[in-house]
């Protein structure tokens, strides 16, 4: 009997992303009979010799993180490795580096930004990191950014965070600053979650309103920072899930010693549609209000009358408002959450259709696949092979 081969997942030392990485690579590991073994950042020469005297590894995938300089390379030495994200000890285009797909994840940005009809946009780069050594998927992004707002007739301003290093409050005083002398209402891109919030911080500074004054959208949909923030932060999610299977699949390759074919990007979901890029032709609090406890709530059993009750005036009243703001009824609008939140449930491969539907404030699978069929024409099995999830 053939023995099972061990892999060793290294973590990187920005946590984020990490579980649902693990979840792809231990998905392709089922598959393929491995055992997988996930262990910390690893930072030292003497830690990674440990590792393999104990497991004896066929191989490493190894998430990079924010902390890529840290990993002493030669210590893997002819052990076969696979990166997510890019060491800068690795050469740029070095094969066996898995980045995200920066040109469709800077147009899912810019066209949610675009859509807003704003007067002016911008882009902020990744801050915590030393001048000199700059994130490659910081400047890809603004790469990618740059050239669609190009297509529309526009270009960014942009802002280097990179001079402001560690310095945390320099950072958002330097934003709070920047931010007045942009032309209004403007989109604000920022490189990833973490600058979303800063530029959230240095509107509450320079006393402008998100989003009629700024809009912001981020990247990497980290719930703790979008939905942690006042307002709520919308982000590109990435798919996590695909970079741990396609980095698991290349491992497979170099493990077999056979060619090496596959894609070294993994592509972005989908826009979270949160508060900071929720702008509407009449400015109205309470439906702001209610489109937020909508966002959150749709999928607990909300009922339009609950909604009703957070507006100081008759029911009718209260409809009226809403439909003048966002062009639909409250019921619509929880419906389109309801979709939403299952669309997202079902593009993260992991739960089954039955607990799709209790996630989604079904109480039968029979009445979810039919709600569901009825707003896109398929069934969430279907739309689920329909776009390539399997």
Known sequence: MRAMKTVIYVNGLGRHPDSRMLSGVRSF?????????????????????????????SGFVVNCGSGSNQIPLSGFAATPVVFLGCNSKVRDGDRHCIRNDANETAELAARELISLHL??????????????????????????????????GASPCIFDATHFGEGEADLVYGLAKWLKRLALPVGVFAANDRMAVAVVHACKLAKLTIP?????IGVDNNEELCEGS???????????FTAGRIAAAKLESLMSGEPETLPGTYP????????????????????????????REACGGLAPKDVV????????????????????????????ARLDAAK???????PGIGTIANMCGYKTSAAFCNFFRDETGLTPSAWRNSNGIR
């Not at 009629?212 to 912001?216: A, F």
């Not at 997202?344 to 992991?350: D, K, Q």
């Open 212 to 216: 009629d004054d700024v809009s912001v």
């Open 344 to 350: 997202n449930l079902l593009r993260s491969r992991g």
């Open 119 to 152: 007067d002016s946009y911008a882009y902020v780069t990744y801050a915590y990191v030393k001048r000199t050594n700059s994130i490659y998927w910081s400047t890809a992004r603004l790469s990618a950014f740059k050239s669609v707002l190009e297509l529309h």
């Open 230 to 240: 006042k307002p709520s932060i919308s982000s590109v999610s990435l798919d996590f």
């Open 29 to 57: 590991a089922d598959e393929a009979g491995w055992y997988v073994v996930s262990v910390p950042a690893l930072k030292t020469h003497a830690r990674i010799s440990m590792l393999k005297k104990m497991w004896n590894p």
């Open 309 to 336: 009750k957070m507006f100081t005036c008759s029911r009718r009243s209260a409809q009226m408002r809403f439909l003048a703001a966002t062009g639909h009824s409250i019921m619509r609008e929880i419906l389109n």
């Open 268 to 295: 972005p979901l989908c826009v979270v549609r949160r508060e900071s890029t929720r702008r509407f032709k009449r400015s109205d609090k309470s439906v702001s209000a209610a489109l937020e406890r909508i966002r």
